[in-house]
Antibody
Framework: EVQLVESGGGLVQPGGSLRLSCAAS????????MNWVRQAPGKGLEWVGR??????????EYAASVKGRFTISRDDSKNSVYLQMNSLKTEDTAVYFC??????????WGQGTLVTVSS | QSALTQPPSAPGSPGQSVTISCTGT?????????VSWYQQHPGKAPKLMIY???ERPAGVPDRFSGSKSGNTASLTVSGLQAEDEADYYC??????????FGTGTKVTVL
């Protein structure tokens, strides 16, 4: 059974940093591209970024709203993908989901972890 | 990259059909056959309902169907049921390892 479990959310002050983790199981993690998607309270879904696999040199890409502040990394030995978030703004407050990428879609989602940026 | 445009709401009576549109540009919806649709119930994670424009994952009822014409994709829910009441989001690959989501549509079963 495919499972994605996010962790690391919490309350952080504007300008602060936070690192989210996503632990994957039930599939060959190293072969798969992974995404981060967020949803602000009461709002729609927003794609945050994507990491390709080792075969594609772990290429990453980001939404314009987070580029230069957020970094996606992964540790295939731990079946985990991470989202390092720096220079956080109040508008980054959201539930953050990690997703598995398949055929240009996101076929599995974690339960999400809430990040609140507030003073 | 601007969000894909969806209608805010799509009401329908039980047994009827509703169709949700998702309008983008030639750089996303019109340029790739990587349009997918997600269903989200309140407080839950989204669930993949359609991928590659019109393909259904295992376990998704055949009441859900997808299509695309030019820069606009569509999701049709036939034989509407109470459990179909949810928010629906489209997304499209937009090149260079990027995705863009739609604005979301709330389907209400009257």
């Amino acid at each position: 059974e495919v499972q994605l479990v996010e962790s690391g959310g919490g309350l952080v002050q504007p300008g602060g940093s936070l690192r989210l983790s996503c632990a994957a199981s039930g599939f060959t993690f190293s072969d798969r591209y992974m995404n981060w998607v967020r949803q602000a309270p009461g709002k729609g879904l927003e794609w945050v970024g994507r990491s390709t696999s080792k075969a594609e040199s772990y290429t990453t890409e980001y939404a314009a709203s987070v580029k230069g502040r957020f970094t996606i990394s992964r540790d295939d030995s731990k079946n985990s993908v991470y989202l390092q978030m720096n220079s956080l703004k109040t508008e980054d407050t959201a539930v953050y989901f990690c997703t598995r990428d398949t055929f240009g879609s996101m076929d599995y989602w974690g339960q999400g972890t809430l990040v609140t940026v507030s003073s | 990259q601007s969000a894909l445009t969806q209608p805010p709401s799509a009401p329908g009576s039980p047994g009827q059909s509703v169709t949700i549109s998702c309008t983008g540009t030639s750089s996303d919806v019109g340029g790739y056959n990587y349009v997918s649709w997600y269903q989200q119930h309140p407080g839950k994670a989204p669930k993949l309902m359609i991928y590659q424009v019109s393909e259904r994952p295992a376990g998704v009822p055949d009441r859900f169907s997808g299509s695309k014409s030019g820069n606009t994709a569509s999701l049709t829910v036939s034989g509407l049921q109470a459990e179909d009441e949810a928010d629906y989001y489209c997304t499209s690959y937009a090149g260079n390892n990027r995705y863009v989501f739609g604005t979301g549509t709330k389907v209400t079963v009257l």
